[in-house]
């Protein structure tokens, strides 16, 4: 096969890990991280990291890429992400794109043109106190008159992207949905999509949010915050680890925020099948509820040999 990816999506707690390294020990593959949260050294339960015995079945890239206090990037992450590609690829092995984080996935496959930018702190903090002092939505009112279409895709309240928006537009020159426009690499993909139904995944995640617990989210955290790791960091305000921090700090108690943690994980799947819809005709859907989705997975991978299609522009 020269230059074929196979991508696993879908939603969390949908078993997107094991089904990689099951096909990464049929195929003789490695698996490439598409997670936002794994590229967090240190944070390990809470971003449901593959553990170190699953890492020693199948070599994984993208994992523990920077500290928690660091910035990361989408530019940052095609541009590692290419690499590792092209690594994989010429010593012969099957690379497996793994992974729940949208952006990351289609910004790859779609080939995103995204800036390369260092961070601008100055703005940022202007525009950080603005959006406090004045509300997000004046923020969002800007960018629609210098980017109407990165506009229309971010919702106001997500104040972090209408930021970014702006920070690029004024960086740059150029807005960032020129950025973002699409110019597929030349590579063929098969797109597996794990789901189930709502109730079932649902499910899946509290038992998820209970293990977690279970074996040390919240001594996790602690660490975290022994090693000096603030919980304003970016990092520290993903799902699980927001809420624990705030245990610990005394304004919830433990049964609350691991409540909180199950409904914020729930939001976070409705919001991933924004990013891998149901009517995604690109997408080989396995519905994990059947039963032996590795079977499934592996009569996909058999009936389009070698590489799958040319991933289209848009979605």
Known sequence: ???????????????????????????????????????????????????AKERSLAAHHLIDVIDPDQEFSLAQYLEQAVAVLEDVWSRGKQPLLVGGSGQYVWALLEGWRVPRLQPQREL??????????????????ELAQVDPKAAARIDPRNVRRVIRALEVHKATGRPISYWQEKGPPPWEVLILGLTCPRQVLYERIDARVDAMMEVGLVDEVRGL??????????????????????????????????????????????????????????IRWIDISLGAPFEEAARFVKSEPGSGRRVAHGR
């Open 1 to 51: 096969m020269t230059q074929g990816l196979i991508a696993i999506v879908g939603p969390t707690a949908t078993g997107k890990t094991a089904l990689a390294i099951a096909l990464a020990q049929r195929l003789d593959g490695e698996i490439v991280g598409a997670d936002s949260r794994q590229v967090y050294r240190h944070m390990d339960i809470g971003t449901a990291k593959p553990t």
């Open 225 to 282: 915050l022994s090693m000096g790791y603030d919980p304003s960091l970016a990092s520290m305000s993903g799902i699980g680890y927001k809420q624990i921090c705030q245990h610990l700090a005394g304004e919830l108690d433990l049964a609350t925020a691991v409540a909180r943690i199950k409904t914020a994980t729930h939001r976070l799947a409705r919001q991933q099948y924004t990013w891998f819809r149901l009517d995604d005709q690109r």
């Open 124 to 141: 940022r903090r202007e525009l950080e106190e603005r959006a406090a002092r004045q509300g997000a939505e004046a923020l969002h009112r």
